[in-house]
């Protein structure tokens, strides 16, 4: 297992400043005997823009940050006839280690467009979609590589201590747990494990797409079993069946199936670590939540 691990952090860490989410080659079956959640495909078109529906908006917003003593940045996408009298709740939705804030909306993700098709179809609650950059650093570019691994840890400071104050100072959202989710793909699937499970308090939702070995394990996620049962109201993790990183999914669904905790982990037929992956985890995790 621990070779495993090194030769999928190994992979990770061979990436230029620009690279996308490298792919990481399946190491053999699956090590971790799971029960994977049943596949449905999405409907043809669920990513792809629509004539005819009301468009939101992406809005980047800058924001000092008392962690890391820089000012950042971060997307913000507000839904379709955005509404400052409405309250809405919060979707922070994180990016890989070859990535930044823009990762998913300018390199594929499109979560513009698949929001707004949920949307004009009825799919979703009104949401605000926070888009950061974790990487908890002063130099928070894409060229840190596997140097900025630390910074991705510390990033749940940043984002409890700055951002989420500053989001619902500047929009018109709900400041509760019941509220507000997070979910991430690669290097920001297991942030979002790490810091959702680790701050019930804060997250009531927590999604992982294609998440990396920078998850904890189950054991260190759940200490208290009965605590996230109670308290959390969606574990939620998708992962390529081609994809070497899977068994950073599996361990925790395999946990939870052993301790009765609700969570779903689909396994993409064939795929591998790709957007095709994380779109299709955006695409469901934003219709189970706040409902």
Not at 109 to 120: E, R, W
Not at 159 to 179: Q, R
Request: with cysteine.
């Amino acid at each position: 297992m621990k070779k495993f691990y090194f030769a999928a952090l190994l992979s990770i860490s061979m990436m230029t400043a620009n690279a996308q989410e490298p792919t990481i080659p399946m190491f053999g079956a699956p090590q971790v005997d799971v029960k994977f959640d049943e596949y449905k495909a999405a409907p043809q078109g669920f990513d792809q823009e629509r004539a005819g529906i009301a468009k939101g908006t992406v809005k980047l917003i800058e924001y000092q940050s008392e962690s890391v003593g820089t000012i950042r940045k971060a997307n913000v996408y507000l839904p379709p006839k955005y509404d400052a009298k409405k309250k809405y709740s919060v979707l922070y939705l994180l990016h890989g280690i070859g990535g930044d804030e823009n990762e998913w909306y300018k390199d594929g993700g499109v979560p513009n467009i698949i929001m707004d098709n949920l949307y004009a179809d009825g799919k979703v609650a009104d949401m605000i979609v926070v888009m950061p950059n974790g990487r908890a650093q002063k130099d928070d570019s894409r060229a840190g590589g596997m140097g900025s691994f630390r910074a991705f840890g510390d990033f749940d400071k940043d984002l409890i201590g700055s951002l989420i104050p500053y989001i619902e100072k500047n929009f018109s959202v709900y400041t509760d747990k019941d509220h507000r989710a997070i979910a991430g793909l690669s290097m920001g699937g297991g942030q979002s494990l790490n810091f959702g499970l680790g701050h019930m308090d804060v997250f009531a939702y927590v999604g992982g797409f294609s998440s990396a070995p920078n998850t904890m394990r189950a054991a260190q996620l759940i200490p208290d079993v009965d605590k996230v049962k109670k308290e959390n109201k969606l574990l939620w993790m998708v992962c390529g069946g081609a994809d070497g990183l899977m068994n950073n999914s599996a361990q925790l669904k395999a946990f939870c199936d052993e301790k009765g905790i609700p969570c779903t982990l689909i396994n993409y037929p064939n795929e591998q670590h790709n957007f095709v992956v994380w779109k299709y985890g955006l695409y469901n995790f934003a219709q189970l939540i706040f409902k």
